[in-house]
């Protein structure tokens, strides 16, 4: 297993590579709960720019999990309430609502008349988080998915870890909510209200917030589509540029919607908090993109070690020069038709197809960079909005979101 991408030296396509890769990967990942399990619905979501053979073995790990039997999921409740706690709920969905690897749902209803879900943590789900992620870093590091150094791709993972273990937390997926809860002063986000005396580091219990799914706001008119994207959009870069505090799960099911343009949200176990620095950074960077100010792209770079040998790995840091034709031709190809003065329409796929065609044409470029650890989860963030929006075909403003942050 995991020795694949050696099958290229023994004559084998490409296609026939990723294909055994892909089984490798599906084989290992299903077998398992919690980190390695959920790397992999992660990487799933991003079918349409993976290796074809390997993105049909990663889809299947987005198939929902099986929910454990009730008569189980009633003994956790056991041990986390008492005989008091369960007199507020007279009534318990038995058939669970929705189920993940790490817990599931049942919808529930409250000794004063008021519908909420209850969400149950699976027994286990801590136990093997430290020898997932050690087994999802050897896989990576074998297949050479990430054409990156260890170090790197160990940095991310710890990150990934971090993120895994508030997960496991119920407790803190309460506080997460709480800290989005006072947050936000958008309207049309909707987040539920905790029962806190019920919730515990096993079981939430939340205010139920029904909205449409993403496959019944697909067929919606444009103009509600739209009024959805912009409020997606401009909820992110609240999160990012004013609180600090960043929904990082962009998954579709954790978003539900209506035809006001409202979204809820259902998810708050992956929360990444932004330091003001980081933020700053941040807009920095937009600032000088917009300027196509290459120098203090590549100094902005440097400072977040996005660059080789900017942390202490191995390698020379490569120069302005080295890159800038690249920094040139990403800014065509992406940025500046995402924040174009006219609003951006998701369903348009040049943007795919020419960041597709930039990646082939830049592979030469691939050493000089390296992930950052603490970017990891905003950057999972803004790619999976990309395909959220792009599967609304929702056209946003982006130009003008951006400049409420960066002006």
């Known amino acids: 297993m995991l020795g694949s991408v050696g099958a290229l030296a023994r004559g084998q396509s490409r296609d026939q590579v990723w294909q055994a890769v892909g089984e490798d990967w599906y084989r290992t990942l299903s077998e398992m709960k919690g980190a390695a399990m959920k790397f992999g619905q992660m990487v799933s979501q991003y079918a349409d720019v993976l290796p074809a053979p390997l993105a049909e073995q990663l889809q299947k790990l987005q198939r929902d999990a099986q929910p454990i039997p009730f008569e189980e999921a009633r003994g956790i409740l056991d041990e986390v309430w008492g005989e008091v706690q369960w007199l507020r709920l007279p009534w318990v969905d038995p058939q669970a609502m929705a189920c993940a690897s790490i817990g599931q749902v049942h919808a529930a209803r ?37 054409p990156v150094d260890a170090k790197a791709i160990d940095e991310v993972l710890a990150e990934v870890a971090d993120r895994l273990r508030e997960e496991t937390d119920y407790c803190i997926e309460l506080a997460n909510l709480q800290a989005l809860r006072a947050s936000n002063d958008d309207p049309a986000v909707r987040l539920p209200e905790p029962v806190i005396d019920l919730c515990s580091d096993r079981c939430l219990v939340l205010e139920r917030v029904d909205a449409a799914s993403l496959e019944e706001a697909k067929s919606w008119p444009q103009a509600e589509r739209d009024r959805l994207g912009d409020t997606l959009m401009r909820w992110t870069f609240d999160q990012v540029f004013r609180h600090g505090v960043l929904h990082a799960d962009p998954h579709p099911g954790n978003f539900g919607f209506y035809r006001d343009g409202g979204i809820a949200v259902y998810d708050f176990g992956c929360v990444k908090r932004i330091a003001p620095e980081m933020a700053a950074q941040m807009r920095d960077f937009l600032r000088a993109a917009d300027r196509r100010d290459w120098s203090a792209i590549h100094q902005l770079l440097i400072e977040l070690h996005a660059l080789r040998g900017t942390a202490g790995d191995r390698g020379k840091t490569p120069a302005l020069a080295d890159l800038q034709a690249l920094y040139q031709r990403v800014h065509e190809a992406i940025y500046g038709s995402l924040f174009a003065e006219q609003s951006y329409d998701f369903s348009d796929p040049a943007v795919l197809e020419r960041s597709r065609a930039l990646a082939t044409r830049s592979i030469k470029h691939v050493a000089d960079f390296r992930p950052v650890r603490d970017m990891a989860f905003v950057m999972r963030t803004l790619s999976g909005k990309y395909w959220l929006l792009r599967a609304l075909g929702a056209r946003v403003d982006l130009r003008s979101i951006i400049d409420r942050h960066t002006a």
């Open 110 to 146: 409250l000794d004063d008349e008021r519908d909420v879900v209850v969400k149950i943590r699976h027994r286990g789900v801590t136990d093997d988080i430290d020898s997932d992620i050690a087994m999802l870093g050897r896989m990576l590091k074998l297949s050479r998915v990430m």
